[in-house]
């Protein structure tokens, strides 16, 4: 089945490290950009980045470069999100999202999300 | 402020038809194709139409996408119940490198 599995939901304190994941199956893992979508309580999505795992080509968006690390591992077609120290401004739904290209530039296939939830 | 504009809401009546506009420039929507996106409440985004006006299997025909110039619109016939939720309209920005959303549209069938 072609789906993307996202790890489950995460409660963290201010300045803590944290590591999200998306399981990849029923695709080319390698051959396929992943992409990362945000979304703040009640509000809208916003890109974070994508990476292409067969070369680790990563761009990330504008508002999220330098603040994320985004990476996959091709052992085991996961691709993850990873802060170093987090904000409660962190707090919201990640979603993990297959992005088609390189005509259209569409999320075709998205994981149910990963809330994430960061409090003192 | 999102790159591309769309009404915050709209609504219509069950049976009716809505449309959900997004402008944006000569730089993301005049130069690359549109994608639109389903969220139902409480649950993840999915595509409904691509490339400006291709629905996937599973999109109703009641879906469809256009695009003129620097504006694309979502239209909905037949509007049901079922319907309610946001909608947010995606393109690449070839000037900013960046794939970019619509600020998203909640739907609201009375």
């Known amino acids: 089945e072609v789906q993307l599995v996202q790890s489950g939901a995460e409660v963290k304190k201010p300045g803590e490290s944290l590591k999200i994941s998306c399981q990849t199956s029923?695709?080319?893992?390698?051959?396929?950009?992943i992409g990362w979508v945000r979304q703040l309580p009640g509000k809208g999505l916003e890109w974070m980045g994508i990476?292409?795992?067969?070369?680790?080509?990563?761009r990330y968006g504008p508002s999220f470069q330098g603040r994320v690390t985004i990476s996959a591992d091709t052992s085991v077609n996961t691709a993850s999100l990873r802060w170093a120290s987090l904000q409660a401004s962190d707090t919201g739904m990640y979603y993990c999202a297959r992005l088609i290209t390189p005509l259209g530039w569409y999320f075709d296939l998205w994981g149910r999300g990963t809330l994430v939830t960061v409090s003192s | 402020q999102s790159v591309l504009t769309q009404p915050p809401s709209v609504s219509a009546a069950p049976g009716q038809k809505v449309t959900i506009s997004c402008s944006g420039t000569?730089?993301?929507?005049?130069?690359?194709?549109v994608s639109w996106y389903q969220q139902l409440p409480g649950t993840a985004p999915k595509l409904l139409i691509y490339e400006d006006d291709k629905r996937p299997s599973g999109t109703p025909h009641r879906f469809s996408g256009s695009k003129s110039g620097t504006s694309a619109t979502l239209t909905i016939t037949g509007l049901q119940t079922g319907d309610e939720a946001d909608y947010y309209c995606v393109t690449l920005d070839t000037s900013l490198s960046a794939v970019v959303f619509g600020g998203g549209t909640t739907l609201t069938v009375l």
């Open positions: 990476i292409y795992p067969g070369d680790s080509d990563i």
């Open positions: 029923g695709f080319n893992f390698n051959t396929s950009w």
């Open positions: 000569s730089s993301n929507i005049g130069d690359n194709y």
